[in-house]
């Protein structure tokens, strides 16, 4: 993006290109400081009816990829007839600073947000359903209730303090967790109906 300031000649040039002179078929318009050029027609398409509005173009420079031309809002606004006026330069440029402004605010917000610890993050391995109430000494806990839903899990024993204590850990496979029944519901089966034979009337 060539955002410099044009020099005398240019400028000279382009007042000398905006002048509506009776022989002249195209005005010049304005610029934006990627170089592309607009200008406006004196009549609308041959086809166009006469009270149609006048044809907008833009030129790109020579030197830039069609692949890389960038157009600003405000431009495409003037071209497509949604707004009478062209933007002036400083307009444009206050645009641009406004869009590096908002891309300093996303950065930092994303190195925020990066900062945070992540939900999706896999917890750190706890001995699940245990509870520590001092040195050497852990009581078991959930472990009947992980049984009485049905729940598959992994039984540890571990000998604290002279004697032998079981803990049981969720097991991490879903598939298993969810082949074995937890509900009463789930392991109901219709009973078979045979229907008794009609009295004959």
């Known amino acids: 993006m060539s955002s410099k300031p044009a020099g005398p000649l240019l400028r000279i040039w382009q007042v000398w290109k905006s002048l509506r002179l009776p022989w002249r078929k195209r005005f010049f318009v304005g610029q934006d400081p990627s170089g592309n050029t607009y200008y406006e027609l004196r009549l609308p398409r041959g086809d166009a009816p006469a ?6 173009l833009v030129h790109y420079p020579r030197s830039t990829h069609l ?3 960038r157009v600003p809002p405000a431009w495409h606004q003037w071209l ?7 933007p002036s330069m400083q307009e444009q440029l206050g645009e641009l600073q406004r869009q590096a402004r908002i891309k300093v605010l996303a950065a930092e917000a994303d190195a925020r947000w990066e900062a945070k610890d992540s ?3 896999m917890p750190k391995e706890t001995s699940a359903g245990t509870h520590t109430k001092g040195v050497g000494e852990k009581t078991t806990k959930g472990t009947a209730e992980m049984e009485g839903r ?3 899990g992994v ?8 004697g032998k204590t079981e803990t049981q850990k969720p097991d991490p496979d879903p598939w298993k967790r969810a082949a074995t029944p937890s509900a009463p519901g ?7 109906w045979t229907p008794a034979p009609a009295k004959k009337r």
Not at 80 to 85: C, M, W
Not at 155 to 162: L, N, T
């Open 186 to 192: 789930e392991t109901w089966q219709p009973e078979a």
């Open 150 to 152: 049905g729940e598959i």
């Open 80 to 86: 497509r007839h949604q707004r009478s006026d062209p």
């Open 51 to 56: 009270s149609a509005a006048n044809r907008r």
């Open 67 to 69: 692949s890389e031309v």
């Open 155 to 162: 039984r540890e024993s571990k000998e604290v303090g002279g």
């Open 119 to 121: 939900l999706l993050d």
